[in-house]
């Protein structure tokens, strides 16, 4: 583990991973709005057997062949069917609505979880369908899809990394926790990992992204966490995604 020291940060690991051609998009799979307008815009996914998903999707202005894509889990404030309680909350939805994190070369999507619902896992299924549908429908590289998210969001990422191993190209969990089990690290130690903590976080104890990351070091992984100093739990995600770290720029597999 690390702690952090202004202006001073090691740069976010890098990897390289090959390109996957994915199909063209099917009929089924369009969503309900124009593929050519860009930005953060709520729409609603068609998914399989009929079902529909509504979700916030960030579309690059200007598209690249083979983009990449960042899945963003909301905390406990997100949860219910209205979209705009996940901008309301602020982070990185509201960072990325208001342009504080600028323009992004990767779509965004971000789902919400219903309020019946306790944590991610337990929308796995709809999760991974809305994943699928995305990549589908605007010809995303599925080697370079990444998870990250904050809270229960930061769990949720730990939880749905581990229950599809090799799926994410990259995963950055904020503020969440994981059993330090050897399961979950023969898992994830495949993918690499960049998670945050702040060394105040009474909610959430930092311990357990710093136990798990030290299992996947030790069991040859490319995983590290930052501590952010003096960093509350509510803190952790302005000084992470608008600090000096480049986690977007890795998150967009820069």
Sequence with gaps: SETEVPQTESPAPSTTFPAVTEPEPTETAQPSVPESSGGLQ???LTLS???TA???L???????????LIVYLH???????????????????????????GALSSYVLIPQLPQSLKGWSDMDNGL????RTVVRTY???????????????GTGVWSIAAAHPGFFARIAPLSGSIRNTPENVQALKDTPVYAFVGTEDTIVKPESSIAIVDALTAAGGTARVTEIE??????VPERAYLGDYGLVEWLQGM
């Design 54 to 56: 509504d979700c916030w």
């Design 139 to 153: 010809g995303i590289d599925t080697a370079n899809i990444s998870l990250t998210g904050h809270s229960m969001g």
């Design 49 to 51: 057997h009929g079902r």
């Design 75 to 101: 905390g406990g404030s997100g949860k219910g069917d209205d979209l705009n309680l996940i901008t309301e909350a602020g982070g990185f939805p509201q960072y990325l609505q208001s342009g504080q994190l």
């Design 58 to 68: 960030y579309i690059p202005e200007a598209p690249m062949a083979n983009p990449g």
């Design 230 to 235: 003096g960093a509350d739990h509510f803190a």
């Design 128 to 131: 991974m369908d809305m994943i």
């Design 42 to 44: 709520q729409i609603t």
